[in-house]
Structure formats: structure tokens, C-alpha cells
């Protein structure tokens, strides 16, 4: 395994800042060290991003998927609207686990419907930043 791609959507870089009832009190820089610290007792790679800008997505979705390096995605809101994020994954082959912190489907109804759940390996909602580590784990165990 080369690296695992780990890629953040839109406004995650908030977390641990606003809405800590829905989202927790965890920031993104504390998710990407928890990652970091499993991912280097592995002797793996770990790239984590973040970028509020579809395009952005879409380049590291087609960067992973041709080094063939598993992703776990959080793609935030992006998840409910992006046909070019599914369109990624499904051209460029990426295997992606789709994460969420919360779950998903115990909130708004616009929140039900995932255009990346179709595209994705698997899907972990609900956790917290524990999502991510499940995630990591089932990379580290599966693929
Ligand atoms: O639960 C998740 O991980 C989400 O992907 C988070 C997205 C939301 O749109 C998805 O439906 C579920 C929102 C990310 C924005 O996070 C914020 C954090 C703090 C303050 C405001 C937004």
C-alpha cells in the first residue's frame, strides 16, 4: 500500500469550532493526528486534506485512483449534491470509504440521499472522529 488518501469537504475545517452538539468537540487537525499516529505504527503513508472547492476533490479522488491508494472520504455537503464526485470515483476507479461523523440519516431528509454511497466501497456514519478510525481499520484489515 502506498498511502492512504484521507479527503475532507467542504467546511470541515470548522469542526471543533462551531456546532460541537452535532459535530463534537474533536477539530480536524485532532482527526488527522489520531490517523496519523495508526497510520505511522503501520509504517503507512497517510495524506490528509482539506478543501472547501469541489474541483479540489475531484483532482485527489483521480490523484488516489491512480496510485491506487485506498480513500476514505468525508465529502460534507458535497455528499448530497455532487454528481462530479461520483463521476470521480467511478472514472478513476478509487476505492473510496465514505465517513461521516454524524449520522446522516437521523437528520434532515436532504441528508438521506448520498451520491457517493453508490460509488463507494463502504459506508461508517455516525461516530464522531471514530468513524474515521473504523475506516482506517477496515483498510488496514480488508484491502
Ligand atoms: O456528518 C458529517 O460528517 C457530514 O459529512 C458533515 C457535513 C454535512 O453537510 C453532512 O451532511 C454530514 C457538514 C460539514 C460541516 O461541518 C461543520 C462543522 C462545524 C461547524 C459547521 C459545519
Known sequence: MTAIHVLNGPNLNLLGK????????ASLDDIRDLLQA???ARGVTLVFRQS?????????????????????????ALTHT????????????ASVIEVHLSN???????RHH???SP???GVIAGFGPTSYLLALDAIFEKL
Do not use: M, T
Open 18 to 25: 462551531r456546532e460541537p452538539a452535532i459535530y463534537g468537540s
Open 119 to 121: 460509488a463507494a466501497r
Open 114 to 116: 448520498s451520491y457517493i
Open 52 to 76: 472547501n472547492h469541489e474541483g479540489d476533490l475531484v483532482s485527489w479522488i483521480q490523484e488516489a485512483g491512480q496510485a491506487k491508494a485506498p480513500v476514505i472520504l468525508n465529502a460534507g
Open 38 to 40: 495508526r497510520c505511522a
Open 104 to 110: 446522516v440519516h437521523a437528520r434532515e431528509s436532504f
Open 82 to 93: 455532487s454528481i462530479a464526485l461520483y463521476d470521480a470515483i467511478k472514472g478513476s476507479e
